[in-house]
């Protein structure tokens, strides 16, 4: 959230559905008329004055056994699937790279730094940043809750897989990792089943000593979690520290003096589809004398007691009897609503409580009509409206009050409470005793969203200076009695989260952020971005018809892009910004790709056009909002938007019912009742609307899924619904919903069990609109899935993504196969396949966009995937002079390759041979390839034999092909396929 740094005021927690004007503050990017994002965030989640609605767990949690048996499927997979050598191809973007966790720089040489991104896996740089590369890919888990080098052998790193935030995109992890060769490889080190590590120490002087901070589950209750101890570098662990099942730990520092003080973070947090607690009495500072083997808690000074939430603990290396704690602590402290600035004769919202139908009927329409515009009710209400509906009994007075302030709705539950919130303490006496030492209020670090953050830093060599962050960065140097911004230039992302200070250097530090990794040798007075990295964390795709197309998405705290599809990271021009909060879905009208509708967390969605030619204009907030006397809309944090296919001027849109606009979202039409179960409401928005899909067949044939497990039907536009649900496992989120392009009753569907820490495969077909479902998931490994989307050319082919990959089967799912090589194990959150160009564009939550030609796959349709060998044609190439030249010694001959590929259905256990003729049949070039079942190809360098010049005698020389075309005759063992290359 990149909002101005010199200024952090309080966030006005108003109503979602009323979107009031911010005029100051407002994250670059964010248009007028819409709520702050942040606002949005923190308004639901953490907070313990809402009562708790936890729901019964659909299913139970996957066991250990099972996510090994997935992971280890997965591996084998890998290993033996027909698209291991199949092109994939990276687009980016980097401009905005992703959230940081942690940090592990090699102190004995500072360039040399690796980077953990919460759903990107793992980075490591030898030049400071100014390159990285992946370290960590085809693990069993990309996320990454904490990184550690040993200060005694900067060769070993450890990884703990799992982020230690608690956010609804926090992926869960697969145990700790040790690498002894500085990231080359890896050995699997246990603790598999904590899903997310907080903290990793180790010894100073012995690197087979390893502490683990074991949070645990994050959806579920469990006994692995707390303080894990290794002698023998991982091969077996002790347990010596457990609060209780809904308690773990988040963070753990030690003495480096005295190796056998340390002190832990313990924190109870547990979160669901509807609620979570981040806070309560299992969190505490533990303390150690004995190397970790045994432990008691440190009480005298600090907060104690149900509204303790996260806390961050560091230690001054210099001094190590001075300790600093950041501690979210959720005590209340309520105070009255702020009522609007009463001015003189104005209708205040109080009023309405006890207001007769007679009274308000007698009301003054100016007063009526000022107070409706005011409180943006809908345009559609004015003062003359509501009184004649007021007289008819449709609703009384006090649904005027309750119109933004329904107490049943999350949207208005934070509206008269205030907590306490960050909080610093300090201990000089090794965390004996601790005193709060912040002097000044910490209201704008947390916001009440202090689970996501919780950490401080203090400098290696002034026990003074201490760091802590939350949205800002704050840096003081008095002992935390004060602070001021560190954050304020420089290309710095809000939402902090890691710091590395330079213990010889402490001007020199690193910063990790929702924005990726700063640098600063000046202290923090500025800062530069190291944003290289694909690590985008986008939560959906979208594709436009412009010639190249454009790729658009949103993304986990960095709003909304679009970008070329033929982008080359760090390469060709960098992707631009639509909007800013947490981007979400994207829809673009096909007749014109400056229309865009696009928005952010919670339903905030406008119409904006891009087009530059007269200079962009205002976006236009286009949210539904509901009638007087209504129940408030519920908006999931994706909320669903979807383009007709038919008209583009008809847009539908996803509350706990569905919406229709006829004309570009000017005015909306509700066209469902509630579709959902209608849940108890806890402090995250439940029984909402999780997807709409449209028949790309038939106008009017629509689908809507929910986060508490429906899936409902019409097939007249919205008169009559129909619960389709019923053959379908219960209470599952429904992750996407795909009806067929090749035949109308066919539809088919993935859920997901993520919010019960259940990690099966839900993947579903139906043929008859719902009325029973068949499962897909044949020989997938247990894993969740979040989309599936038919080809639409070859019914047989599906792409489905899930939380640990992507997956692509080519016969109607009766097997699938893993899509490796050139994508890492990253969740695939959303897909689309391009509707001209037929080139599967993938949305990962971690490592940005990846663009797949699937031609070749389309083209075996009919049966052909049973086929023994299959050629494909590749694109036309264009000839040019400059083949084989060199402009100059020292720039590279510019040397052509082009690769043809093919399909070997059946092996026939020797390699595939290419032969490649010239127009007259003569043979010029033998290729050889790989005859492994799968697709392969063959690179032709251009080149051909040809005869010498004329008049000269000598021997076919070899030379650059011209201008014509070209066969290719593959063969494997008795098998050929024949295709041709156009060279222009």
């Known amino acids: 959230m990149n909002r101005p740094k010199f200024v952090y005021c309080l966030l006005l927690l108003l109503s979602i559905s009323v979107l009031p004007a911010a005029t100051q503050h407002r994250e670059p990017g964010t248009p007028a008329g819409a709520a702050e994002p942040e606002a949005l965030k923190i308004r639901y989640e953490g907070n313990s004055r809402v009562p708790s609605a936890f729901q019964p767990a659909a299913v139970g949690p996957s066991t250990v056994e099972e996510l090994n048996a997935a992971a280890a499927k997965r591996r084998q997979m890998a290993e033996t699937s027909i698209f291991k050598h199949y092109p994939v ?145 991982g091969k077996t662990w002790k347990q010596t520290l457990f609060v209780n099942d809904s308690t773990g730990v988040i963070d753990l520092v ?15 947090r547990l979160r669901n589809a509807g609620h979570f607690v981040g806070n309560g009495a299992g969190s505490a500072i533990h303390v150690s004398d004995d190397g970790g083997e045994t432990w008691r808690k440190s009480v005298n000074g600090f907060p104690q007691g149900r509204f303790v939430g996260r806390i961050g603990l560091d230690i001054c290396l210099s001094k190590p009897n001075v300790l600093y704690a950041v501690v979210d602590n959720q005590e209340e402290t309520r105070k009255p609503k702020k009522e609007e600035a009463a001015e003189k004769g104005r209708l205040q919202k109080a009023q309405f409580k006890d207001m007769t139908p007679a009274a308000l009927v007698n009301l003054p329409n100016a007063d009526l009509d000022t107070f409706l515009v005011k409180n943006n009710f809908p345009k559609k209400y004015t003062a003359q409206r509501v009184k004649e509906e007021i007289r008819k009994g449709r609703y009384t007075p006090q649904a005027l009050l309750n119109y933004f302030d329904d107490d049943s709705d999350a949207n208005a539950n934070l509206f008269s409470t ?96 929702d924005g990726g990794v700063n640098l600063t040798y000046d202290g923090g007075s500025s800062w530069s971005h190291l944003n290289t990295p694909s690590v985008g964390q986008f ?283 050139g994508l890492p194990n990253v969740a695939n959150y959303d897909m689309i396949v391009h509707p001209r160009d037929h080139e599967l564009v993938i949305a990962t939550h971690g490592r940005s966009m990846y663009v797949v030609d699937v031609k070749p796959l389309q083209a075996l349709k009919n049966g052909k995937v049973s086929d023994p060998l299959v050629a494909f044609e590749p694109g036309p190439v264009r000839h040019d002079k400059k083949w084989g030249a060199q402009e100059h010694a020292f720039v590279p001959v510019e040397n052509p390759a082009l690769s043809l590929p093919y399909y070997v259905g059946q092996a026939s256990g020797g390699p595939v041979r290419a032969e490649i003729v010239d127009g007259t049949g003569k043979t010029i070039r033998q290729l050889e390839g790989s005859g492994t079942a799968g697709f392969g190809a063959v690179k032709w360098d251009l080149k051909g034999k040809a005869p010498a010049e004329k008049g000269k005698k000598g021997d076919l020389k070899e030379s650059y092909v011209k201008p014509g075309t070209y066969g290719v005759k593959f063969t494997s063992g008795a098998a050929t396929a024949e295709t041709k290359v156009v060279v222009r």
């Not at 502490?211 to 006994?223: D, M, N, R």
């Not at 090794?430 to 910490?442: E, I, S």
């Not at 067949?697 to 429906?710: H, M, P, R, V």
């Open 254 to 268: 030690i003495n480096p003096q005295n190796p056998r003080q340390l002190w832990a973070a313990s924190w109870q």
């Open 418 to 513: 205030q907590i306490k919130g960050a909080e610093i303490y300090r201990s000089d006496d090794y965390g004996k005793t601790w005193r709060k030492v912040n002097a000044q209020p910490l209201d704008g670090l947390y916001y009440t969203y202090g689970y996501y953050f919780g950490q401080v830093r203090v400098s290696p060599t002034n026990p003074d200076q201490v760091f802590t962050w939350g949205v800002p960065l704050l840096v003081s140097n008095d002992g935390a009695k004060t602070f001021t911004l560190t954050d304020t230039l420089g290309r710095v992302h809000s939402d902090h989260h890691a710091m590395w200070i330079n213990p010889k250097d402490p001007a020199h530090i690193l910063n990790g952020n």
């Open 539 to 821: 939560y959906s795709v979208m594709v436009d018809l412009e010639k190249p197309y454009n790729v658009y998405g949103g993304l986990q705290d960095n709003g909304v892009y679009y970008g070329s599809s033929r982008s080359v990271p760090n390469q060709s021009q960098d992707w631009d910004r639509l909007m800013g909060g947490d981007g979400m879905l994207v829809a673009v009208d096909p007749r014109n790709s400056n229309l865009t509708y696009a928005g952010f967390q919670y339903g905030n969605y406008f119409r904006v056009n891009k087009g530059k030619a007269n200079g962009r204009t205002q976006p236009v907030l286009i949210t539904p909002k509901h009638d007087i006397g209504e129940p408030a809309l519920r908006f999931n944090w994706r909320t669903p938007v979807v383009l007709s296919r038919h008209n583009p001027d008809i847009l539908y849109f996803g509350s706990q019912r569905l919406h229709r606009s006829l004309n570009g979202a000017e005015t909306w039409q509700t066209i469902s009742p509630d579709l959902t179960k209608n849940k108890k409401q806890g402090n995250v928005p439940y029984s909402t609307l999780t997807v709409i899909a449209e028949s790309p067949l038939t106008f009017g044939l629509l689908y809507a899924g929910t986060d508490d497990g429906n899936v409902q039907l019409t097939r007249d536009g919205g008169a009559t619904w129909q619960l389709v649900s019923g053959g379908l496992p219960p209470d599952l989120w429904v992750s996407s919903l795909a009806p067929s392009g090749h035949d109308e009753g066919t539809i088919y569907a993935t859920l997901n069990g993520y919010r019960y820490d259940d990690f099966k495969s839900y993947v579903y077909k139906s043929t008859d609109y719902g009325k029973t479902w068949s499962s897909l998931k044949a020989d997938l490994p247990e894993e969740c899935a979040n989309v599936i989307v038919e080809d639409p050319v070859n019914s047989d082919l599906l792409y489905l993504g899930t939380d640990h990959g992507t997956y692509v089967t080519l016969d109607g799912a009766h097997t699938w196969n893993l899509l490796a090589g």
């Open 89 to 233: 191809r990276s687009i980016g973007p980097t401009v905005m790279s992703g959230r940081v966790v942690d940090l592990a720089v090699n102190e004995q040489n500072p360039k040399i730094f690796y980077v953990g991104y919460a759903s990107g896996g793992v980075f490591k740089t030898v030049n400071n940043g100014n390159r990285f590369e992946p370290v960590f890919d085809h693990q069993r888990a990309l996320s990454i809750g904490d990184l550690a080098l040993a200060p005694s052998n900067p060769e070993v790193l450890w990884v703990g897989t799992g982020e230690n935030n608690s956010s609804r995109s926090s992926y869960a992890g697969a145990g700790v990792y040790k690498s002894i060769d500085a990231g080359k490889s890896w050995q699997f080190a246990g603790l598999d089943f904590t899903h997310h590590v907080g903290r990793i120490v180790i010894h100073p002087q012995n690197p087979e000593t390893v502490w683990v901070a074991g949070i645990g589950a994050l959806y579920s209750k469990g006994q692995d979690r707390g303080v894990y101890k290794t002698t023998d570098g």
